[in-house]
């Protein structure tokens, strides 16, 4: 069984930068594709990125140009970097996982999922 842990987020002026990260542990992580979402109160959870097992990511036009997903296989480990964060970034970020390649901006194509992490973006 796949597990997934998240540790960053929290409060950051508009402008700023995070860095969230996902610890995996139970499976192959190199051969699972990776992606993260986020949901804001009120509304449905949305893709931001994903990255593939071999290290190419893709992106929401939200969010391209300002966030950068990554992955660390040696270390079992995912990334978000997120800059020049905006006010209407605010959300609860999950990070997830699947085996699956197909609709990889879909939320029911991810079987693991982090617990989510708040990130708000407020002066």
């Known amino acids: 069984q796949v597990q997934l842990v998240q540790s960053g987020g929290g409060l950051v002026p508009p402008g700023g930068s995070l860095r969230l990260s996902c610890a995996t542990s139970?499976?192959?992580?190199?051969?699972?594709?990776m992606g993260w979402f986020r949901q804001a109160p009120g509304k449905e959870r949305e893709f931001v990125g994903t990255i593939n097992s071999g290290g190419f990511p893709s992106y929401a036009n939200s969010v391209k140009g300002r966030f950068t997903i990554s992955r660390d296989n040696a270390k079992n480990m995912g990334y978000l970097q997120m800059n020049s964060l905006k006010p209407e970034d605010t959300a609860v970020y999950f990070c997830?996982?699947?085996?699956?390649?197909?609709?990889?901006?879909?939320?029911?194509?991810?079987?693991?999922w982090g617990q989510g992490t708040q990130v708000t973006v407020s002066s």
């Open positions: 997830a996982a699947t085996s699956y390649s197909a609709r990889s901006d879909r939320p029911g194509t991810y079987v693991y």
């Open positions: 139970g499976g192959t992580f190199s051969s699972l594709r």
